[in-house]
């Protein structure tokens, strides 16, 4: 029918939602592009409803569960990363190998942040607005493991003041929400930098955690 012929794009339909409600977004899409069929031997099957479906995501959990699902592997599937590159450009590209391996947003972004520190130690400072994402995004997941019974970012980072000189630059990045308040404050870019050390830093006073990391990231 006209289904088949149809190619659909869906854009990020996972926004700010709990892990309950991305597995019934999931459960709901997978049911919308798939439906039960029966092969010439009158064997139970999945057949595609649609000639085409383009899925994009900012969700890891959302992403983690289109990469796991089986029906969407034998279907056929390529999986490439969109990077923002200034206000009106964004760059495709061919997915990550670490986001190919990594079933842990955390060790993801860990991943990230390691390649980024040597890039820094060799020489090659590269002052890249995504990076600025990735570093709030751990900050985010470590100090919430560490302090969970704080609720706001900025309050989590403060409790680590006593002993850490490099705090006022995690306060600085924990200020910081969104992409576009992010691309509208080149000081903030330019200490992207020290913002990395500062939480290698930190996680360095995690000893056995960050042995735990580094050993996560060295399988891949």
């Not at 991305?22 to 899409?29: A, G, P, T, Y």
Request: charged residues 25%; glycine residues 2%; hydrophobic residues 40%.
């Amino acid at each position: 029918g006209v289904l088949k012929e149809t190619i659909v794009f869906i854009d990020d339909p996972i926004s700010s939602l709990d892990s309950n409600h991305v597995v019934q977004v999931f459960s709901k899409l997978i049911g919308i592009m798939f439906y039960k069929t029966k092969n010439d031997k009158e064997q139970e099957t999945n057949a595609n409803r649609f000639k085409q479906v383009f899925l994009s995501t900012h969700s890891f959990d959302f992403f983690d569960f289109l990469k796991r699902e089986h029906r969407i592997k034998k279907a056929g599937r390529s999986m490439y990363m969109l990077n923002r590159t200034s206000e009106k450009k964004a760059n495709l590209s061919d997915l990550p190998k670490p986001l190919k391996e990594y079933n842990s947003e955390y060790v993801y972004l860990f991943s990230l942040i390691k390649q980024y520190k040597d890039l820094c130690e060799s020489g090659e400072i590269v002052l890249d607005l995504n990076m600025a994402n990735a570093l709030r995004r751990f900050l985010e997941i470590y100090t919430a493991m560490k302090l969970p019974h704080i609720l706001g970012l900025n309050d989590r980072v403060q409790q680590f003041a006593e002993d850490f000189y490099d705090l006022p630059y995690l306060q600085r990045l924990s200020h910081f929400s969104s992409f576009d308040k992010l691309t509208r404050h080149d000081e903030l870019i330019a200490c992207l930098p020290q913002v990395c050390n500062a939480i290698w830093e930190l996680l360095k006073k995690d000893e056995p955690h960050f042995q735990s990391l580094i050993k996560a990231v060295s399988k891949s």
